[in-house]
């Protein structure tokens, strides 16, 4: 062998030897570390004395507890770092031995509604902490809490929503609050009642700081210079009196500001309007306060909005420009304003309908705005656009048939205005549309065909207009989705078309206060999904169908004020769902059936105005029967009563259904659009955080009152 075969064969076996040194090294570093004997008993411990009805822990049982479920080891020490035994349905206290696992970095507990903790003194042996997650665990008997957790060295992150806590220290002195590295703290939900302790403002690092759902009163500390890193801040839900303070859009590093459901006074401040402060802000929600005043041409500087949530103040003057002009706004709420004058008293903007194609809602509901929708959307920005809720104005003119250019729209709500002439004629085109709502306006002409083409629609609302002619039967045969249909209080005629009772999915028909003729189909006996029916106030003639009880989800049945004849089907007292029923003024006969259902339906008005029923609960007797004790309803003034009632229980009705549509409507386009998934979600987890607030918020207040009265 040469010198230079010999040279290379060393060398090939240096090289090898140092890769599979190499090798060994790098299995070495990422193999994982069995876990310490005492933290494994620390956690059998802490199973024993935790209730596990959902058995999360069924896993904790062979001798390497780094592979037990919620559990993670430092990979070269062995040592734990990480517990999450979050939304386990954990019943009982939480056991003090967490504390001996001093080498913990990471722990989660929350969402466990059934667990609480007594007190905190187990906290004092994590000394390596930095995320504390005891959201919804029950903190009521922690007088200790405070002290414990903020004594902490390493926290940044502390999670105490919904603890039930009560009191926080007006001022702290020997903590570690000036010089924490808290970036994350959260306090909602609970039961703090007192101004916002001004030392919360004096932690520098934060940047996720959130207060909603308390009982916070009184200004906002003007501390705005310690607040440099601040990215989040939720103050929301709570009883602050205060106007905004100027200081606090000028933080250059918000992305998100929430002061809703509050009591903020005055008008949106100067300082908004007049920053030079390039902010980043990109969700501002100042909806349910008490702002009045003109809204300012405001936000130049905030080019990066997404979210703009203005709704349900007092707001008056016209709506800035400058809106428009928001190239990543996707969210706009100004509903329930005073919103009128120089630019829309006449015609509603030009520039609103050159929002950034981005945007995908567009509600400006229940305010003053007046003039016409625009007669061209072919060269504006928002054919995006998806839900488009402009009611409970004054728009006036006509539907121009340009709305057919929002080819995206799912939603259109343009209901309780003043819009005249006939329907447009372009529907085909429209074929994402769901839902359409234009009642109680003054619209007349008949219902164009082109609408068979949206196919999609699952709603459809032209009550309280001037719409005549026949209801067309294209209805039933293309609009196969079809849930909610209501027609009421128009000039249709003409019979009920027997192709409406192929709508499988249907849920409330109101055809009521028309002027319809000939019989009720005796097909509505399949629709036996239908929860609601009214076709009162018109002309139907011939019998009640024989075997309606087949319609077992019916709650609500209204015949009324019609010609229908023969005896009232003893089927009738099978629909066990039944608890609104009017069959009055009509020509109806025989014995009124008994049983189930219909005795808790004991209302004379129900069946009134049919001069040859007889039984209870009419005082008139059938052959054969004794004298009833049931009292009689004669006089005008009780027959006007009970149609105010039946007009009651409509409106309920209505409401009732609406959210059924609701929620259908939610997860139909959730379903089909993948779009429209991801902005219905960012809407669905703003809605969940209003119900959420509203709703813990009254309980706590009327247990409040309740105890006051006690």
């Given at each position: 062998m040469?010198?230079?075969?010999?040279?290379?064969?060393?060398?090939?076996?240096w090289?090898?030897?140092?890769?599979?040194?190499?090798?060994?090294?790098?299995?070495?570093?990422?193999?994982?570390?069995?876990?310490?004997?005492?933290?494994?008993?620390?956690?059998?411990?802490?199973?024993?004395?935790?209730?596990d009805p959902?058995?999360?822990?069924s896993?904790?049982?062979?001798?390497?507890?780094?592979?037990?479920?919620?559990?993670?080891?430092d990979?070269?020490?062995?040592?734990?770092?990480?517990?999450?035994?979050?939304?386990?349905s954990?019943?009982?206290?939480?056991?003090?031995?967490?504390?001996?696992?001093?080498?913990?970095?990471?722990?989660?507990?929350?969402?466990?509604?059934?667990?609480?903790?007594?007190?905190?003194?187990?906290?004092?042996?994590?000394?390596?902490?930095?995320?504390?997650?005891?959201?919804?665990?029950?903190?009521?008997?922690?007088?200790d809490?405070?002290?414990?957790?903020?004594?902490?060295?390493?926290?940044?992150?502390?999670?105490?929503?919904?603890?039930?806590?009560?009191?926080l220290?007006s001022?702290?002195?020997?903590?570690?609050?000036?010089?924490?590295?808290?970036s994350?703290?959260?306090?909602?939900?609970?039961?703090?009642?007192?101004?916002?302790?001004?030392?919360?403002?004096?932690?520098?690092?934060?940047?996720?700081?959130h207060?909603?759902?308390?009982?916070?009163?009184?200004?906002i500390?003007n501390?705005?210079?310690?607040?440099?890193?601040?990215?989040?801040?939720d103050?929301?839900?709570?009883?602050?009196?205060?106007?905004?303070?100027?200081?606090?859009?000028n933080?250059?590093?918000?992305?998100?500001?929430?002061?809703?459901?509050?009591?903020?006074?005055?008008?949106?401040?100067?300082?908004?309007?007049?920053?030079?402060?390039?902010?980043?802000?990109?969700?501002l929600?100042?909806?349910?306060n008490?702002?009045?005043?003109?809204?300012?041409?405001?936000?130049?500087?905030?080019?990066?909005?997404?979210?703009?949530?203005?709704?349900?103040?007092?707001?008056?003057?016209?709506?800035?420009?400058?809106?428009?002009?928001?190239?990543?706004?996707?969210?706009l709420?100004?509903?329930?304003?005073?919103?009128?004058?120089?630019?829309?008293?006449?015609t509603?903007?030009?520039?609103?309908?050159n929002?950034?194609?981005?945007?995908v809602?567009?509600d400006l509901?229940?305010?003053?705005?007046?003039?016409?929708?625009?007669?061209?959307?072919?060269?504006?920005?928002?054919?995006?656009?998806?839900?488009?809720?402009?009611?409970?104005?004054?728009?006036?003119?006509?539907?121009?048939?340009?709305?057919?250019?929002?080819?995206?729209?799912?939603?259109?709500?343009?209901?309780?205005?003043?819009?005249?002439?006939?329907?447009?004629?372009?529907?085909?085109?429209?074929?994402?549309?769901?839902?359409v709502?234009?009642?109680?306006?003054?619209?007349?002409?008949?219902i164009?065909?082109?609408?068979?083409?949206?196919?999609?629609?699952?709603?459809?609302?032209?009550?309280?207009?001037?719409?005549?002619?026949?209801?067309?039967?294209?209805?039933?045969?293309?609009?196969?989705?079809?849930?909610?249909?209501?027609?009421?209080?128009?000039?249709f005629?003409?019979?009920?078309?027997?192709?409406?009772?192929?709508l499988?999915?249907?849920?409330n028909?109101?055809l009521?206060?028309?002027?319809?003729v000939?019989?009720?189909?005796?097909?509505?006996l399949?629709?036996?999904?239908?929860?609601?029916?009214?076709?009162?106030?018109?002309?139907?003639?011939?019998?009640?169908?024989?075997k309606?009880?087949?319609?077992?989800?019916?709650?609500?049945?209204?015949?009324?004020?019609?010609?229908?004849?023969?005896?009232?089907?003893?089927?009738?007292?099978?629909?066990?769902?039944?608890?609104?029923?009017?069959?009055?003024?009509?020509?109806?006969?025989?014995?009124?059936?008994?049983g189930?259902?219909?005795?808790?339906?004991?209302?004379?008005?129900?069946?009134?105005?049919?001069?040859?029923?007889c039984?209870p609960?009419?005082?008139?007797?059938c052959?054969?029967?004794?004298?009833?004790?049931?009292?009689?309803?004669?006089?005008?003034?009780?027959?006007?009563?009970?149609?105010?009632?039946?007009?009651?229980?409509?409106?309920?009705?209505?409401?009732?259904?609406?959210?059924v549509?609701?929620?259908?409507?939610?997860?139909?386009?959730?379903?089909?659009?993948r779009?429209?998934?991801?902005?219905?979600?960012l809407v669905?987890?703003?809605?969940?955080?209003?119900?959420?607030?509203?709703?813990?918020?009254?309980?706590?207040?009327?247990?409040?009152?309740?105890?006051?009265?006690?």
């Amino acid at each position: 062998m040469s010198e230079y075969t010999k040279t290379c064969v060393v060398w090939l076996l240096w090289f090898l030897l140092c890769v599979a040194t190499i090798n060994l090294c790098l299995c070495n570093s990422l193999s994982s570390a069995t876990c310490w004997e005492i933290e494994r008993q620390v956690l059998l411990k802490l199973k024993a004395g935790l209730v596990d009805p959902a058995n999360r822990l069924s896993t904790w049982t062979d001798e390497d507890c780094c592979r037990w479920s919620g559990v993670s080891c430092d990979n070269q020490t062995g040592h734990l770092t990480y517990l999450n035994l979050s939304m386990s349905s954990f019943n009982g206290t939480i056991p003090p031995q967490l504390g001996n696992l001093s080498i913990l970095e990471i722990l989660d507990v929350g969402k466990n509604w059934y667990l609480r903790a007594d007190d905190l003194q187990w906290l004092s042996g994590l000394l390596s902490l930095q995320h504390l997650d005891l959201n919804h665990v029950n903190l009521t008997k922690s007088s200790d809490w405070f002290h414990m957790i903020f004594r902490l060295p390493s926290l940044s992150v502390l999670k105490l929503g919904n603890c039930g806590l009560h009191s926080l220290p007006s001022s702290i002195k020997n903590l570690y609050a000036n010089s924490t590295r808290l970036s994350v703290l959260d306090l909602s939900y609970n039961y703090f009642d007192s101004e916002i302790p001004g030392w919360l403002f004096n932690i520098s690092s934060l940047t996720h700081l959130h207060l909603s759902g308390n009982h916070f009163y009184g200004p906002i500390p003007n501390v705005f210079g310690n607040f440099i890193n601040l990215e989040v801040l939720d103050l929301s839900s709570n009883t602050i009196n205060s106007t905004i303070p100027h200081w606090i859009f000028n933080i250059s590093s918000l992305t998100y500001l929430d002061l809703s459901f509050n009591n903020f006074n005055g008008q949106i401040p100067s300082a908004f309007e007049k920053s030079y402060i390039k902010v980043s802000l990109q969700i501002l929600s100042l909806r349910s306060n008490n702002l009045k005043g003109n809204l300012p041409d405001i936000l130049e500087q905030f080019r990066y909005l997404r979210t703009l949530d203005l709704s349900n103040n007092m707001i008056s003057g016209s709506i800035p420009a400058s809106i428009g002009r928001f190239s990543f706004l996707s969210k706009l709420y100004l509903s329930g304003n005073q919103l009128n004058g120089t630019g829309i008293s006449d015609t509603i903007p030009d520039w609103l309908w050159n929002l950034s194609s981005q945007v995908v809602l567009l509600d400006l509901s229940q305010n003053e705005i007046r003039g016409m929708l625009p007669m061209s959307f072919s060269s504006t920005n928002i054919v995006s656009l998806g839900l488009l809720f402009l009611s409970n104005n004054k728009i006036n003119g006509s539907i121009p048939s340009s709305i057919c250019k929002l080819e995206e729209l799912a939603v259109l709500d343009i209901s309780n205005n003043q819009l005249s002439g006939e329907l447009p004629t372009c529907w085909k085109n429209l074929t994402s549309l769901m839902a359409v709502n234009l009642a109680n306006n003054n619209l007349s002409g008949e219902i164009p065909c082109s609408m068979k083409n949206c196919t999609s629609l699952a709603m459809v609302d032209l009550g309280q207009n001037k719409l005549h002619g026949n209801i067309p039967t294209w209805m039933g045969e293309s609009l196969s989705s079809l849930v909610f249909l209501r027609l009421r209080s128009n000039f249709f005629g003409g019979t009920i078309p027997p192709q409406i009772c192929e709508l499988s999915s249907l849920q409330n028909i109101d055809l009521s206060n028309n002027s319809l003729v000939g019989e009720i189909p005796v097909g509505v006996l399949s629709l036996l999904g239908l929860q609601c029916l009214n076709l009162s106030r018109n002309h139907l003639t011939g019998n009640i169908p024989l075997k309606i009880g087949v319609m077992q989800s019916m709650m609500t049945l209204d015949l009324s004020r019609n010609e229908l004849s023969g005896q009232i089907p003893p089927s009738l007292s099978n629909l066990s769902f039944l608890n609104h029923l009017n069959l009055s003024f009509n020509n109806l006969s025989g014995r009124i059936p008994t049983g189930s259902q219909l005795q808790t339906l004991n209302d004379t008005s129900v069946y009134m105005g049919n001069s040859y029923l007889c039984g209870p609960p009419l005082p008139q007797e059938c052959p054969g029967d004794g004298p009833s004790q049931s009292p009689s309803f004669t006089s005008k003034e009780n027959e006007d009563e009970g149609g105010d009632i039946q007009e009651m229980l409509w409106f309920y009705l209505g409401i009732i259904s609406g959210f059924v549509l609701g929620c259908w409507m939610v997860w139909g386009v959730l379903f089909f659009k993948r779009s429209w998934r991801i902005a219905y979600f960012l809407v669905v987890d703003d809605l969940y955080d209003k119900v959420y607030v509203t709703s813990v918020l009254g309980i706590r207040r009327w247990k409040e009152m309740k105890g006051r009265r006690t």
